[in-house]
């Protein structure tokens, strides 16, 4: 069965350092979606991408954070000078198109789990 | 804004039905979620239901849903323990993004 998958699955970096999470959404999937849980908290929206560009972001997702899809395979998402409170797992989730319009059924990736010292 | 709220903590005997309960605000909410969270794993998509349901049925999972009340429900027949785990409910107006409860914590003891 197709799959998300992330990588790397723990990262530990200092302050201020810049990390790149990697996903590769499900092959036949067109939106695509980065979600944070700081440890104990809910699931939290950051960022969906379709048709590469970003359609929504949340408050979150301010000038530190981007994302890319370098090739037909990898979303990206890059955290400049990483702060201590980005420390969380982050989810990457894709979606097929419904018929109809709007996004499907969002199945998502076993997270990175990124700590930052 | 948009909320979730579920109860955190539920404890069942192994065998036993367990009810997970979920509220939500949004009425525009089109579908709704539950995902299930073993501990350091990812989120796993278990079923769904969309807003002009009222009940769905998936082997032992049951789910309900009350749109007047905007209320929710999960039942899992017969738990066991390979059940515990944490349990998200999510709800989307089907052209956004998910909104996702804080989780229920299910506890399945032998």
């Known amino acids: 069965e197709p799959e998300v998958t992330q990588t790397p699955s723990h990262q530990v970096t200092q302050m201020g350092q810049e990390v790149i999470l990697r996903c590769v959404p499900i092959s036949n999937h067109l939106y695509f979606y980065w979600y944070r849980q700081i440890l104990g908290q809910k699931v939290e929206f950051l960022v969906s991408?379709?048709?590469?560009?970003?359609?929504?972001k949340s408050e979150i997702f301010d000038d530190q954070f981007s994302v890319e899809r370098p090739d037909g395979s990898n979303f990206t998402l890059k955290i400049r000078s990483t702060k201590l409170e980005d420390s969380a797992m982050y989810f990457c989730?894709?979606?097929?198109?419904?018929?109809?319009?709007?996004?499907?059924?969002?199945?998502f990736g076993p997270g990175t789990r990124l700590l930052v010292l | 804004g948009e909320d979730v709220e579920q109860s955190l903590f539920l404890s069942v005997r192994e065998g036993d039905s367990s009810v997970i309960n979920c509220t939500y605000t949004?009425?525009?909410?089109?579908?709704l979620y539950w995902y299930k969270q073993e501990p350091g794993a990812g989120l796993q998509l278990l079923t769904y239901i969309f807003s002009n349901m009222d009940m769905k049925q998936d082997q032992r999972l049951t789910v309900l849903l009350n749109k007047k009340d905007k209320h929710l429900s999960l039942r899992i027949a017969d738990t066991q323990t390979g059940d515990s785990a944490i349990y998200f409910c999510a709800e989307s107006p089907g052209y956004s993004t998910l909104t996702f409860g804080k989780g229920t914590m299910l506890l399945v003891s032998p």
């Open positions: 949004d009425s525009s909410s089109t579908y």
């Open positions: 989730a894709s979606s097929e198109e419904r018929t109809g319009g709007g996004f499907g059924t969002q199945y």
């Open positions: 991408f379709y048709n590469n560009e970003i359609s929504e």
